[in-house]
Each structure stands twice: as C-alpha cells, then as structure tokens.
C-alpha cells in the first residue's frame, strides 16, 4: 500500500468511527468510559486531528462490534450467491 493510500485510509477513518459509534446510540463519553481511551483523544480522531494507534483501533473494534477491516474500509465485497446448479436436465 502507498503512503498516499495509507493517509488517505487513516483521513476517512475517523469518519467511519464516528458513524459506528452513532451506529451504536454511544456518546463519546460513554465510550470514552467503556474503553479508558480519552474523550478528547476520541474526539480528535474522529475529527481527523489525530491518527488512532492499532491499540486504539483495537479496542473501537471490539467496542462496535466491527472488523479493522471495517473500519479501514477495505473490507471485501460480500460474495455473490452461487447459481443453482441443475443437475436433473429433463426438469430444467
């Protein structure tokens, strides 16, 4: 990954923990008490004036109930359904 993709996954990642903690009806105070992580240090991620650590994603992660991956937004696309297959030919 390029520096130029790493910053901007970081930049649209403090949006995306704002949303999840929306998501959930948490304050920052709230979460700020669930986690030990600062309700300023949370607030100034999810404004995007601070990167979080991985210790940090960790514990928003488990928090939220979502993946890193999530959270980066690179989480892969959900498979599509297979076909049905039919294996009888004289009902197809």
Known sequence: ???DDVDG???AMGPR???AREHHG???AGVS???GIST???SRIETGRRKPTLEVLLQLSKEYGISLDE???TAPAPAAEPRA???DHKRC
């Open 40 to 42: 300023s240090t949370l």
């Open 85 to 87: 297959r039919c294996i």
């Open 1 to 3: 990954m390029a520096a």
């Open 26 to 28: 948490a304050t920052l």
């Open 17 to 19: 923990l704002r949303a």
């Open 71 to 73: 959270l980066a937004g």
């Open 9 to 11: 996954t970081l930049a």
């Open 33 to 35: 008490c669930a986690t």
